[in-house]
Protein backbone atom coordinates (compact mmCIF):
# COMPACT_ATOMS: atom_id res chain seq x y z
CA UNK A 1 0.00 0.00 0.00
CA UNK A 2 1.54 3.22 -1.21
CA UNK A 3 1.33 6.11 1.32
CA UNK A 4 -1.62 8.04 -1.08
CA UNK A 5 -3.62 5.03 -0.03
CA UNK A 6 -3.09 4.66 3.69
CA UNK A 7 -6.53 5.56 5.28
CA UNK A 8 -6.62 9.17 6.96
CA UNK A 9 -6.38 9.37 10.80
CA UNK A 10 -8.41 12.62 11.04
CA UNK A 11 -9.64 15.61 8.76
CA UNK A 12 -8.78 19.34 9.15
CA UNK A 13 -11.33 21.74 7.68
CA UNK A 14 -11.54 26.03 8.29
CA UNK A 15 -14.71 27.17 9.58
CA UNK A 16 -14.89 30.38 10.73
CA UNK A 17 -14.90 31.65 14.04
CA UNK A 18 -18.45 32.81 14.15
CA UNK A 19 -20.35 28.87 13.47
CA UNK A 20 -20.80 27.61 16.86
CA UNK A 21 -19.39 24.20 17.52
CA UNK A 22 -20.95 21.18 19.00
CA UNK A 23 -19.07 17.81 19.14
CA UNK A 24 -21.42 15.13 18.79
CA UNK A 25 -18.83 12.57 19.99
CA UNK A 26 -19.40 14.40 23.42
CA UNK A 27 -22.16 13.22 26.02
CA UNK A 28 -22.55 16.95 26.89
CA UNK A 29 -23.44 17.68 23.40
CA UNK A 30 -27.21 18.33 24.16
CA UNK A 31 -25.61 21.32 26.82
CA UNK A 32 -23.74 23.28 24.22
CA UNK A 33 -27.01 22.88 21.43
CA UNK A 34 -29.29 24.13 24.29
CA UNK A 35 -26.86 27.30 24.93
CA UNK A 36 -26.76 28.16 21.36
CA UNK A 37 -30.52 28.32 21.24
CA UNK A 38 -31.24 30.20 24.46
CA UNK A 39 -28.14 32.83 23.55
CA UNK A 40 -29.53 33.29 20.03
CA UNK A 41 -33.01 33.25 21.14
CA UNK A 42 -32.76 35.75 24.03
CA UNK A 43 -30.29 38.01 22.12
CA UNK A 44 -33.20 38.42 19.30
CA UNK A 45 -36.28 38.63 21.65
CA UNK A 46 -37.91 35.23 19.98
CA UNK A 47 -40.84 34.18 21.88
CA UNK A 48 -40.74 30.36 24.31
CA UNK A 49 -42.81 28.75 21.79
CA UNK A 50 -40.35 29.44 18.68
CA UNK A 51 -37.27 28.93 20.84
CA UNK A 52 -38.39 25.36 21.96
CA UNK A 53 -39.24 24.55 17.94
CA UNK A 54 -36.15 25.87 16.62
CA UNK A 55 -34.10 23.95 19.92
CA UNK A 56 -36.12 20.78 18.91
CA UNK A 57 -35.64 20.88 15.56
CA UNK A 58 -31.98 21.52 15.64
CA UNK A 59 -32.15 18.56 18.42
CA UNK A 60 -33.95 16.02 16.38
CA UNK A 61 -31.20 16.94 13.64
CA UNK A 62 -28.64 16.53 15.78
CA UNK A 63 -29.96 12.77 17.07
CA UNK A 64 -30.91 11.68 14.11
CA UNK A 65 -27.16 12.54 12.30
CA UNK A 66 -25.75 10.70 15.42
CA UNK A 67 -27.41 7.32 14.29
CA UNK A 68 -25.37 7.94 10.90
CA UNK A 69 -22.01 8.77 12.03
CA UNK A 70 -22.26 12.45 12.39
CA UNK A 71 -18.99 14.04 14.29
CA UNK A 72 -19.90 17.43 14.50
CA UNK A 73 -22.45 20.27 14.00
CA UNK A 74 -21.57 24.10 13.25
CA UNK A 75 -24.45 26.72 13.32
CA UNK A 76 -24.56 30.05 12.20
CA UNK A 77 -27.20 32.47 12.39
CA UNK A 78 -27.31 34.33 9.25
CA UNK A 79 -29.54 37.41 10.56
CA UNK A 80 -29.42 38.62 14.22
CA UNK A 81 -32.46 38.34 15.86
CA UNK A 82 -34.34 36.17 13.40
CA UNK A 83 -36.09 33.12 14.27
CA UNK A 84 -35.94 30.96 11.62
CA UNK A 85 -33.34 28.01 11.71
CA UNK A 86 -29.84 29.05 11.66
CA UNK A 87 -27.21 28.02 8.60
CA UNK A 88 -25.58 24.00 9.78
CA UNK A 89 -23.05 22.25 8.60
CA UNK A 90 -22.92 18.61 9.64
CA UNK A 91 -19.63 16.81 9.52
CA UNK A 92 -20.43 12.46 9.01
CA UNK A 93 -18.63 9.85 8.02
CA UNK A 94 -19.63 6.29 6.75
CA UNK A 95 -16.73 3.81 7.34
CA UNK A 96 -16.31 0.78 5.57
CA UNK A 97 -14.02 -2.13 4.65
CA UNK A 98 -10.68 -0.66 3.13
CA UNK A 99 -11.14 -0.66 -0.03
CA UNK A 100 -14.71 -0.82 -0.60
CA UNK A 101 -16.20 2.81 -0.96
CA UNK A 102 -17.52 3.01 -4.12
CA UNK A 103 -15.78 5.62 -6.67
CA UNK A 104 -17.10 8.94 -6.73
CA UNK A 105 -18.63 8.64 -10.06
CA UNK A 106 -20.55 5.65 -8.84
CA UNK A 107 -21.86 7.27 -5.92
CA UNK A 108 -22.70 10.38 -8.12
CA UNK A 109 -24.78 8.27 -10.31
CA UNK A 110 -26.44 6.28 -7.80
CA UNK A 111 -27.23 9.76 -5.89
CA UNK A 112 -28.76 11.13 -9.19
CA UNK A 113 -31.32 8.50 -9.51
CA UNK A 114 -32.13 9.11 -6.01
CA UNK A 115 -31.91 13.06 -5.95
CA UNK A 116 -34.85 14.95 -6.54
CA UNK A 117 -35.85 16.95 -10.01
CA UNK A 118 -33.99 20.47 -8.74
CA UNK A 119 -30.90 18.86 -7.30
CA UNK A 120 -28.05 19.06 -9.09
CA UNK A 121 -25.68 16.15 -8.31
CA UNK A 122 -21.91 16.24 -9.95
CA UNK A 123 -18.44 14.55 -9.48
CA UNK A 124 -15.88 16.88 -8.70
CA UNK A 125 -12.40 16.87 -7.58
CA UNK A 126 -11.70 18.72 -4.60
CA UNK A 127 -8.22 19.09 -3.43
CA UNK A 128 -8.94 16.34 -0.51
CA UNK A 129 -9.73 13.91 -2.89
CA UNK A 130 -12.75 12.86 -5.89
CA UNK A 131 -16.13 14.27 -4.32
CA UNK A 132 -19.64 14.20 -5.28
CA UNK A 133 -21.60 17.36 -4.64
CA UNK A 134 -24.95 17.47 -4.74
CA UNK A 135 -26.33 20.78 -4.88
CA UNK A 136 -30.34 21.94 -4.09
CA UNK A 137 -32.16 25.43 -3.39
CA UNK A 138 -31.31 25.36 0.51
CA UNK A 139 -28.57 22.42 0.62
CA UNK A 140 -25.02 21.79 0.00
CA UNK A 141 -23.95 18.63 0.20
CA UNK A 142 -20.43 17.00 -0.18
CA UNK A 143 -19.17 13.72 -0.12
CA UNK A 144 -15.26 13.21 -0.19
CA UNK A 145 -14.11 10.04 -0.92
CA UNK A 146 -11.38 9.24 2.14
CA UNK A 147 -8.35 7.87 0.78
CA UNK A 148 -7.66 3.70 0.90
CA UNK A 149 -11.58 3.85 0.07
CA UNK A 150 -12.24 3.44 3.59
CA UNK A 151 -16.04 5.25 3.21
CA UNK A 152 -16.87 8.77 2.71
CA UNK A 153 -16.45 12.14 4.86
CA UNK A 154 -19.85 13.96 4.37
CA UNK A 155 -20.13 17.77 4.95
CA UNK A 156 -24.06 18.52 5.19
CA UNK A 157 -24.79 22.16 4.47
CA UNK A 158 -28.16 23.42 5.11
CA UNK A 159 -28.65 27.49 4.28
CA UNK A 160 -32.33 27.70 4.97
CA UNK A 161 -32.39 31.75 4.87
CA UNK A 162 -29.84 32.48 2.38
CA UNK A 163 -30.08 29.41 -0.20
CA UNK A 164 -26.74 28.14 -1.83
CA UNK A 165 -26.81 30.66 -4.92
CA UNK A 166 -25.21 33.66 -2.96
CA UNK A 167 -22.46 34.39 -0.36
CA UNK A 168 -23.24 31.97 2.04
CA UNK A 169 -23.08 29.20 -0.81
CA UNK A 170 -19.81 30.57 -1.68
CA UNK A 171 -18.31 30.26 1.85
CA UNK A 172 -19.58 27.43 2.31
CA UNK A 173 -17.74 25.90 -0.76
CA UNK A 174 -14.98 27.50 0.40
CA UNK A 175 -15.16 25.48 3.51
CA UNK A 176 -15.37 21.97 1.60
CA UNK A 177 -12.33 23.24 -0.34
CA UNK A 178 -10.26 23.13 2.73
CA UNK A 179 -10.60 19.96 3.77
CA UNK A 180 -7.67 18.54 4.26
CA UNK A 181 -6.56 14.73 5.27
CA UNK A 182 -4.38 14.18 8.07
CA UNK A 183 -2.11 10.94 8.64
CA UNK A 184 -1.72 9.93 4.82
Do not use: Q
Amino acid sequence: MTPAEAPPSDYRLLVPRDWFRIDLTMERWRHRLKAFVDKESAAGGAPAEVARGVWTSLRNTAEHARTHGALEFFLKTEVPGDSVLPASLLISMAPVPRGAAPEADDLAEALKRRAVHEADVEAIVLPAGCTVRVRTRTTLDFHIRMPGGVGYLHLAFALPLSGTAGPMGDLCEAMAHSLRWVGT
